[in-house]
């Protein structure tokens, strides 16, 4: 089956810009997450959500934001874009469950943003 | 919090050669699970393996297998017979009853496999 879709693939932005990124998750998965990548801070957790609700979020500044559709399609937006937003952003998804259960966290290819 | 620490930065061996990624986390809770990760050159995170804090048995699946220590809070990786196609960046990464919803990832371990 498809795994975990994300567009755009490469992306460039001038500083101040937004940008938005978007997420197909697996068939069937609810949960959907995004991470940062960056050579200097690594993989960072940005937000999860689960039937359209924000269940967690990383510390990143408001600039970052996202949201799920009723069909588990996510969306991530960063405005007021930096020189150091360049990353991978990566999502992932997950079958999800009320509770926690440790589900397999599956990813995508990413998005790679760089900001001129 | 919840720490994941891969001391060893870059790897490089030989094509046939055994490699074993070395990884230690950071808990208070008791309920937990470990995950490894590759990613190849073109970005994607492959999931490779995942153990539950409650089963330290160790197993092997095709050329990979793992060593799960919670008295020494480890979770080894190790790769058998290596192939060039083996060659990526490895993550290990931890996730808690208690943060759920979120992996925390280690700085990643470079794995070079030379013909």
């Known amino acids: 089956k498809a795994g975990v879709t994300q567009t755009p693939r490469y992306l460039i932005k001038t500083r101040g810009q937004q940008v938005t990124l978007s997420c197909s998750p697996i068939?069937?998965?609810?949960?959907v997450s995004w991470y940062q990548q960056t050579p200097g801070q690594g993989l960072q957790f940005l937000f999860e959500y689960f039937s359209e609700t924000q269940r967690n979020k990383g510390n990143f500044p408001g600039r970052f934001s996202g949201r799920q559709f009723s069909n588990s399609r996510s969306e991530m937006n960063v405005s007021t874009l930096e020189l150091g937003d360049s990353a991978l952003y990566l999502c992932a998804s997950s079958l999800g469950d009320e509770t926690w259960s440790g589900n397999t966290i599956y990813f995508g290819e990413g998005s790679w943003l760089t900001v001129v | 919090a919840q720490k994941v620490t891969q001391a060893q930065t870059e790897i490089s061996v030989v094509e046939k050669e055994d490699v074993t990624l070395d990884c230690v986390y950071e808990t208070r809770d008791t309920t937990y699970y470990l995950f490894w990760y590759k990613q190849p050159p073109s970005g994607e995170l492959v999931f490779l393996i995942r153990?539950?804090?409650?089963?330290?048995q160790n197993e092997i699946s095709g050329r990979y297998s793992w060593n799960f220590q919670k008295s020494t809070s480890s979770f080894n990786f190790t790769i058998t017979a290596s192939q060039v196609v083996d060659s990526a960046v490895y993550f290990c990464?931890?996730?808690?009853?208690?943060?759920?919803?979120?992996?925390?990832f280690g700085a990643g371990t470079t794995v070079t496999v030379r013909a």
């Open positions: 153990r539950n804090s409650f089963d330290e």
């Open positions: 990464a931890l996730s808690v009853f208690s943060n759920d919803y979120k992996l925390s």
């Open positions: 068939s069937g998965h609810r949960s």
